[in-house]
T-cell receptor, first 113, second 115 residues
């Protein structure tokens, strides 16, 4: 069955610490990969996405993610987090050309000022 | 409109009552999706509309759930005879075409509480 697994449900970091959120997927065929973010009191919004080409994708606010096909992974990284990065982060995957997106359970990140 | 609009933002209903949730997608977006987010869970796919094609209802959890999309724009999700397990945030999203690769624009959701 198609699935997305996020390794950590809760992460607590201090400002300036580095961030890596794990995401693994189980999906047949070629895929599109996404990270969405939900800031407190706001709606879900797209952070970055991978279609093809360079497996290192850069998104907004200094975030990046690397697609490693052999590991079925799409981990999210940021070198130095800020208090304003406190949010819930969702990894998601869809088949290339498909319409349905499968979401992970989310990781809640809390950044201490 | 500028974004995906959902109403109401909050709904408290008694068990056994019917509820209707509304979604107004971004103008020009042909694809519309409904997802459900329960506490501690990821987003659960419910239904997908693309243009005038028949919707994909494969994610609807029971026959108490139905949805329609009128004129290729506004969509209504109806839950009949609500149960406590229906309590969740119901999210609507739209995208320019019927491929998920574009990414979705989400609304703020409707928080449904069944008491």
């Amino acid at each position: 069955a198609q699935s997305v697994s996020q390794h950590n449900h809760h992460v607590i970091l201090s400002e300036a610490a580095s961030l890596e959120l794990g995401c693994n997927y189980s999906y047949g065929g070629t895929v599109n990969l996404f990270w969405y973010v939900q800031y407190p009191g706001q709606h879900l919004q797209l952070l970055l996405k991978y279609f093809s080409g360079d497996p290192l994708v850069k998104g907004i606010k200094g975030f990046e993610a690397e697609f490693i096909k052999s590991k079925f992974s799409f981990n999210l990284r940021k070198p130095s987090v800020q208090w304003s990065d406190t949010a819930e982060y969702f990894c998601a995957v869809s088949n290339t050309g498909g319409f349905k997106t499968i979401f992970g359970a989310g990781t809640r990140l809390f950044v201490k000022a | 409109g500028a974004g995906v609009s959902q109403s109401p933002s909050n709904k408290v209903t008694e068990k056994g009552k019917d509820v209707e949730l509304r979604c107004d997608p971004i103008s020009g977006h042909t694809a519309l999706y409904w997802y459900r987010q329960s506490l501690g869970q990821g987003l659960e796919f419910l239904i997908y509309f693309q243009g005038n094609s028949a919707p994909d209802k494969s994610g609807l959890p029971s026959d108490r759930f139905s949805a329609e999309r009128t004129g290729g724009s506004v969509s209504t999700l109806t839950i009949q005879r609500t149960q406590q397990e229906d309590s969740a945030v119901y999210l609507c999203a739209s995208s320019p075409e019927g491929q998920a690769s574009y990414g979705y624009t989400f609304g703020s959701g409707t928080r449904l509480t069944v008491v």
